[in-house]
């Protein structure tokens, strides 16, 4: 008997044959090997014909994987062929459990599996959102006064489907996420293929070709020639990295009391140390009493185009204000973080790069880390790779760290990373133990979201991916334009693929109910936005098409003129 299951009956042996024709020349039947799961109907049929069509009996199909009643039925029907058995998945695939299996064969009577169970899904006796409501406690929800959330049953490029079938328009890319767009296949691919070799792994002490990838085709694209990678979780672990980082080091260098200084307005995650960083505001007011000092430095960031006479201006004061902070602690100071060219969750406030380059000769005058928290501003969002990216004819900036997330994995799984220069990675070797870094997470480094992060990166570099920044930038500049024409909006401002802007007479800070009131609106109409406070904006995934983008913007048209 010749094992169709070795490849296939159509698999070739030489240049000419394939296992059929072995079969047919050793004058013995084929044994067919398939599937019960979806797709085996179509592949099974076809073999069994194709085999039979070259002068080859079929002895019968054996069928591999969980019950599947219906299928090993129409198999048997339709293909006119015994099923012979069904092996169950094995696991581990071991020779403990080959025993057991054959044992359980042997000792026990056969099972037809065109008798056995089909499985179904059941409907559940409540809705979604009525099964919501019971268990689930939502982000940045208060569930008092919050509408129902919404059904999202599928997604694809920049479209969510509910469970009705309604298609809404993701304006926002899932909190900034889904930067290449949902369900992209060749991310979704990426993951499917390492979820059969490697799902997980302890990283202290051990390593994979996933992690070491990432991190060798992810640091040469970094700025201030970044040589270590270190994975956690999401943003706010990347923060956390960062910072705990350079606060050792300066403890190390007999700092007490180490300085960490940030920006006025900043918003760097929503962990202790990240909130810290952060600005003192509505998100950590229950905590304050409990979060470790930071220098507050004045931000050159505006409701503003980034490069208006008001963007310089304010980045001269901004400048200023950090030269003089640095003569009088640079001794003791551990760190300064900075969102690079726009504070996201500020308000999407801008500032030029002058700031970036005025911060980084400072910093590098009088020795002190600055960190790049790009979670918001990478893989492309601000219309190049990263926003600390080198441009032609302007110096380079040397940042100590960079902290990535949010687009790392095109959306698909959580997954942080700090990338470090060499000379803090080796400032922490050492024979005493006491000097590592303690830090780390269950999942650092997990081997999915590596693969995930490989594909995105794929992606990112695609030429294809460059002319739809490009155009997207083009797009949000028309259309912000046609609106700020129609509506007395203020602040309209652009940045690579986002774009953003105030409502008229906006009383401004995160609590105000106007654009609420605008979200619901567009809501009702198809399309997905989250202001922040009474700041609108609008990220749209890569994969988003102009007549998308148009949408989006005649109904916030609307909305406006209706609220």
């Not at 909130?275 to 509505?282: F, K, L, P």
């Amino acid at each position: 008997m010749v094992v169709e299951g070795a490849g296939g009956a159509l698999v070739p042996i030489n240049e000419t044959e394939d296992m059929i024709d072995l079969a047919k020349a050793l004058d013995l039947p084929m044994l067919v090997v398939a599937s019960t799961t979806l797709g085996t109907l179509h592949h099974t049929l076809a073999t069994v014909q194709s085999i039979r069509a070259r002068g080859v009996d079929v002895a019968g199909v054996l069928l591999n994987g969980p019950a599947h009643g219906e299928n090993a039925r129409q198999i048997r029907d339709r293909g006119q062929v015994r099923i012979l058995g069904r092996v169950p998945e094995l696991y581990p695939v071991d020779t403990v459990s080959v025993q057991e299996l054959v044992a359980q064969w042997r000792n026990s009577p056969f099972v037809d599996p065109c008798t056995e169970e089909t499985p179904r899904s059941l409907a559940p006796r409540q809705g979604l959102r009525e099964r919501d409501a019971q268990c689930i406690w939502h982000p940045y929800t208060q569930h008092q006064t919050s509408p129902e959330p919404l059904e999202i049953q599928a997604a694809h490029g920049a479209i969510l489907r509910t469970s009705d079938q309604t298609e809404i328009v993701d304006a926002v890319s899932s909190w900034w996420v889904c930067n290449h767009g949902h369900t992209h296949p060749k991310i979704a691919q990426a993951i499917a293929r390492q979820a059969k070799e490697l799902e997980q792994v302890i990283f202290a002490g051990c390593t994979h070709e996933p992690g070491v990838q990432l991190a060798q085709r992810l640091l040469p694209l970094l700025p201030g020639q970044m040589t270590k990678l270190f994975y956690s979780d999401n943003g706010s672990t990347a923060i956390e990295v960062a910072i705990k980082a350079c606060v050792q080091m300066a403890r190390r260098r007999g700092v007490q009391q180490p300085r960490v200084a940030a920006l006025e307005d900043a918003y760097h995650g929503d962990t202790f140390g990240a909130m810290a960083v952060g600005a003192r505001s509505v998100f950590s007011a229950p905590f304050d009493p409990l979060l470790f000092e930071v220098d507050r430095l004045p931000t050159p960031a505006g409701a503003w185009a980034p490069n208006c006479a008001e963007a310089l201006e304010g980045s001269r004061i901004a400048l200023a204000a950090l030269d003089a902070w640095l003569t009088e602690h640079h001794k003791d100071a551990a760190c300064l973080v900075v969102e690079p060219l726009i504070q996201g969750s500020g308000g999407m406030r801008m500032y030029p790069r002058v700031y970036l380059e005025g911060l980084d000769q400072l910093c590098t005058k009088f020795g002190v880390h600055w960190i790049a928290d790009e979670v918001f501003t990478g893989f492309g969002r601000t219309g190049g790779s990263f926003a600390c990216r080198p441009v032609a004819g302007r110096p380079d900036l040397n940042p100590a760290a960079v902290c990535l997330s949010k687009g790392l994995t095109g959306g698909f799984l959580p997954l942080g990373a700090t990338a470090f220069r060499e000379e803090i990675f080796r400032d922490f070797l050492s024979d005493d133990r006491k000097e590592t870094l303690f830090h780390g997470h269950s999942f650092t480094g997990n081997p999915l979201g590596c693969a995930a992060a490989l594909a995105a990166l794929d992606l990112l570099q695609d030429p294809a991916t460059t002319s739809r920044l490009a155009d997207i930038e083009s797009w949000q500049r028309r259309f912000l334009g046609d609106l700020s024409n129609r509506h007395p909006v203020t602040g309209a401002r652009v940045l690579g693929t986002l774009a953003a802007f105030e409502l008229p007479a906006a009383p401004g800070g995160y609590l105000a109910s106007r654009g609420q009131r605008i979200a619901r609106f567009c809501r009702d109409q198809g399309v997905l936005v989250r202001p922040l406070g009474d700041t609108m904006y609008v990220v749209p995934p890569f994969s988003m098409r102009e007549h998308q983008l148009e949408r989006v913007y005649d109904t916030l048209s609307d909305a406006i003129e209706e609220l």
